[in-house]
């Protein structure tokens, strides 16, 4: 995006030429393209649209047309539902979203999609909001996972709901209830034990011994099965308290740790089945009625149940048995079991292995073997490729001398229990699996903040061995000064229940301290109760540098400003006290000489800050272009030290020079090699007291110059010499401020000497110990051709008017007082001028008078001055009149316009007084001045 922007045609975006656009602007815009985020920045009336290379996604087919267009125009379809947002950001008030949805025009269709998104006001040169900035990131996918999760959570619960069996989860030491389903509701006769203990759930319920079991449990880990466990349920007020006979299994729940967190209850209510048993042992005096109430209890049993005789031949099984089996044929033996097919399904080594006869309860039974009890896969007669999941339980029938005499089994088709179970940790398997494919550190623990769980991307991150940081481990990882504040901010979070935020630098796998965004939140239950908190932990460090650097550049533009106002204050001060004598009309001949030197002189100075500013900016965009010849070092420095003689001689300073034998060739631009070395003695001379020392020192290798600049003035530190060739940076100022300048001299030093392909280094001991800058340029090993700029020829000449000793000069300026001050010099040059301080009257006087020479100012009022360059060439008799720009734009930019609106010349104001008499001098004399521009 970087190379597209600079490509790319600003004529026809409300921003303008990238040149043109304000330091606010540029620095957020870099900061923008070097961000990995998706990032745009919306700026001006139009709120024209910039954006870096991640921003390209969400922007798809809107690419590269979108660049420089308003936002609205580019995102017109949701319109409606940005703009009070961003109204609100350019109001001054940040905004923040989290997994705002937004209809989006994608690939020739309309769809939702989701982003997590920020636009923070940007403040443009006048202080005021001129644009936002938004960082955003797309999370449709994390938010359709998410939609995707609940919906198969939901089926999951409905499944667990429906059961028939009944189910319920009890968490932590004092088993609080998690879940119940309504069959356990039912069982336990009352709908409100979601959140309470189980000892809370039924009146009595301690003194039946289940607590004591689920302690056992709990503390062993070990499941418990129970039949036929007899409990006592309380009824509504006035009703007598029911017995209830229940299978039970206590099965324990553990966490990643190993550690049993909580149980799974699921039983089924054989009350009935009890009660039937209790009644066929009262019954043994009647065979008949035995018989009658046995066949009762299996035609009622909801479990298949098969009585068979001691060679485990059926003597009687129960419709539910036909309906589980379907239409089995009647085995004669334990042999004719082969018949069935069964698998075992228990999650042993023998898991999948196919029953053999005698594996099989019922034939178990039949050896002496007490209340098998098997978990059963099998395949229903008449029904190929169906499977079932049974409990497959049996128990040997024994006559009054405890000889066994047959057995009988009950079989309960568990199916649907399995599913769910198996649903249930195919979900646990999926969240885990989306929490490490996030690219977010994600983390859990317990509602006392026990961390117990981190995903992938945690151990990825630190680099710390698995199950490291369980605990309390994870606070070691944090930087030793944010762990109090760390700590402080999860005690309150843990104690009020308020969300957990905070920014804190993390230990990474490479041992650096990075910024981290931290952030949790609380899990609640139906009753408000804190079960679970989640928490991620988002990797901020580019952001958190790029605002500190936001920071230091906005302190070193003010410290800029107020070093620019007070170097423009100093020479403005002696111009408007000369102003002022020279309104008295008090002052004799010698007087007026000297305020004509004290004006020219302070001009000067002006114009010098003025150079150093466009030098800078030239330097910074790479608008430099250097005119290369082969320069003897020698006469660069003696060129550099005639510059700075005066402020030497000023301060009575000592400058050694130490310059190697022979020629020190190198090919460069002369003037701004001079520049170089004129700026760092400069420096080196406003730093070291008077009476000082200066060392200059010239020495050559083979391929390389190099020139050393030593002083024993006032020194740098170790802070100041690393960002001492940063824009606007100075070492301390004194309180008249006669020491510094702009803080604009070393940057552009560095970027001139870059250009020819050599480098530089700053050394200083420590303040009061002086300071060293060493220059590094290639030496050329010997005299190349000279391929030096282009002569001109009279080929080139300009058509002037004839040669006269006074011409006709028309000078235009919408400011009164220096068209007419630059009038009165061109007139006492004696030359015929005309003032005009309006386009229009400017044309009315060229058509009249002709002039032979035009002064233009560029911004005129209601015409700029191209355009009445253009207009004043169409005058007839006006085609070869000499057009000149006196201007404060003196650009590139600026100077290409003018020649391409006509003018022939160019100069920029301040004019020199000298170069435009020399100027009219030639032109008088009908010759092109080679000089067009200051």
Same mark, same amino acid.
């Not at 001299?745 to 420590?766: D, F, I, K």
């Not at 028309?810 to 001028?833: I, T």
């Given at each position: ?203 009595? #319920? ?18 418990? #099965? ?22 039970? #299994? ?187 494919? #996030? ?496």
């Amino acid at each position: 995006m970087q190379t597209q922007m600079r490509a790319h045609d600003w004529s026809t975006s409300g921003l303008g030429s990238p040149a043109s656009w304000p330091q606010s602007l540029k620095t957020v815009a870099g900061l923008m393209l070097h961000c990995r985020t998706p990032v745009f920045l919306a700026w001006g009336p139009e709120l024209s649209l910039l954006y870096n290379d991640a921003y390209l996604d969400i922007l798809g087919e809107r690419h590269p047309a979108a660049l420089g267009r308003p936002l609205y125009e580019v995102w017109a379809e949701i319109r409606a539902e940005i703009e009070p947002l961003v109204n609100q950001a350019l109001s001054g008030e940040p905004v923040y979203f989290e997994d705002a949805v937004f209809t989006l025009r994608r690939k020739g269709a309309d769809e939702q999609a989701w982003f997590s998104f920020s636009y923070a006001p940007v403040d443009g040169p006048d202080g005021t909001v001129a644009g936002l900035y938004c960082n955003l990131t797309e999370t449709t996918a994390k938010v359709l996972a998410e939609k995707n999760r609940q919906a198969e959570t939901r089926r999951l619960y409905s499944l667990f709901e429906q059961a028939p069996s009944f189910m319920a989860v009890v968490h932590g030491s004092s088993h609080v209830y998690e879940l119940a389903n309504s069959a356990y509701l039912r069982l336990a006769g009352r709908q409100d034990l979601v959140g309470k203990t189980f000892r809370e759930a039924v009146q009595g #319920i301690e003194d039946q011994g289940y607590v004591a079991l689920l302690d056992q449990v709990y503390a062993t880990g070990q499941p418990f #099965i129970g039949n036929r466990m007899p409990v006592i349920i309380s009824q509504p007020a006035g009703e007598p308290l029911e017995q209830h006979f229940v299978d039970f #299994i206590f099965q324990p729940i553990t966490g990643p740790d190993g550690i049993v967190n909580g149980i799974f209850i699921e039983g089924n209510d054989v009350t009935e089945h009890v009660r039937t048993e209790d009644a066929l042992r009262e019954s043994k005096r009647s065979a008949l009625e035995t018989a009658q109430q046995l066949n009762a209890l299996l035609q009622a049993a909801p479990v298949a149940i098969v009585m068979a005789d001691m060679h485990g031949k059926p003597l009687r099984f129960n419709p539910a048995s036909r309906q589980l089996w379907g239409d089995h044929p009647a085995s004669e033996s334990i042999a004719g079991y082969a018949e069935r097919k069964g698998w075992w399904a228990d999650g042993s080594a023998r898991h999948g292995r196919q029953l053999e006869a005698h594996e099989w309860a019922l034939a178990r039974a039949l050896q002496g073997e007490e209340a098998p009890r098997d978990t059963v896969e099998i395949e229903p007669f008449g029904e190929p490729g169906v499977r079932r999941t049974i409990l497959n339980c049996g128990a040997p029938v024994r006559n009054i001398d405890g000889e066994i005499i047959g057995s009988v089994i009950a079989q309960m088709d568990i199916s649907d229990r399995v599913k769910v179970e198996a649903a249930l940790r195919e979900t646990v398997t999926q969240y885990r699996t989306i929490a490490n494919a #996030i690219p977010q550190i994600v983390w859990a623990t317990r509602p006392d903040g026990y961390h117990d769980y981190f995903n992938q991307q945690w151990y990825d991150y630190t680099g710390v061995p698995k199950d490291s940081t369980v605990g309390e481990g994870w606070k070691k990882l944090f930087y030793l000064e944010d762990q109090l504040q760390a700590a402080k901010n999860w005690r309150h979070s843990l104690a009020t229940g308020e969300p957990y935020e905070i920014e804190y630098r993390l230990r990474h796998h490479s041992g650096q301290y990075r910024w981290n965004l931290g952030r949790a939140l609380p899990i609640r239950n139906e009753q408000g109760a804190i079960v679970r908190w989640m928490g991620t932990c988002t990797d901020i460090h580019e952001q958190k540098l790029a605002q500190e650097a936001l920071l230091q550049a906005d302190r070193l533009k003010d410290e800029f400003l107020a070093m620019l106002a007070h170097e423009l204050r100093n020479p403005l001060a002696p111009i408007a006290t000369a102003a002022h004598l020279l309104s008295t009309g008090t002052l004799d001949p010698e007087g007026l000489s000297r305020l004509s030197e004290v004006i020219s002189r302070q001009t000067r100075h002006m114009t010098r800050l003025i150079d150093d500013l466009l030098d800078v900016s030239r330097v910074t965009w790479g608008q430099v272009t250097l005119d290369k010849n082969p320069l003897d070092m020698k006469s660069l420095v003696t060129e550099a030290v005639e510059q700075v003689r005066p402020l030497l001689q000023a301060k009575a300073q000592h400058l050694d020079i130490q310059l190697s034998p022979g020629r020190s060739l190198v090919s460069g631009d002369r003037m701004r090699l001079v520049q170089v070395l004129a700026n760092v003695l400069n420096n080196a001379v406003k730093y070291t007291p008077d009476g000082g020392r200066i060392t200059l020192r010239v020495v050559e290798d083979d391929s390389h110059l190099t020139v050393c600049v030593r002083d024993n003035g006032i020194g740098m530190s170790r802070e100041l010499l690393a960002i001492a060739f940063e824009l606007f940076t100075q070492g301390e100022r004194t309180s008249d401020r006669t020491q510094g300048g702009l803080g604009i001299g070393l940057a552009l030093v560095q970027s001139l000497v870059h250009l020819h392909g050599g480098t530089v280094r700053l050394h200083s001991e420590g303040a009061g110990l002086g300071s060293e800058l060493t220059m590094v340029l290639p030496r050329l090993p010997r005299l190349p051709q000279d391929d030096g700029p282009r002569r001109f020829d009279a080929g080139d000449a300009l058509a002037l008017p004839p040669a006269r000793e006074s011409l006709r000069v028309m000078v235009v300026d919408d400011n009164v007082d220096a068209a007419r001050l630059l009038g009165m010099f061109v007139e006492l040059l004696g030359h015929e001028v005309f003032v005009q301080f309006h386009p229009a009257s400017a044309i009315e006087c060229a058509h009249q008078v002709q002039p032979d020479i035009c002064l233009l100012d560029i911004g005129l009022p209601d015409m700029d001055g191209y355009t009445l360059a253009r207009q004043l060439h169409r005058i007839p008799g006006m085609e070869n009149t000499v057009l000149a720009a006196v201007t404060g734009y003196s650009q590139p930019r600026d100077k290409q316009a003018a020649f391409a609106a006509g003018f022939n010349f160019h100069f920029a104001k301040p004019i020199s007084a000298q170069q435009l008499e020399s100027w009219l001098a030639d032109v008088t004399r009908g010759r092109e001045s080679l000089s067009t521009s200051p």
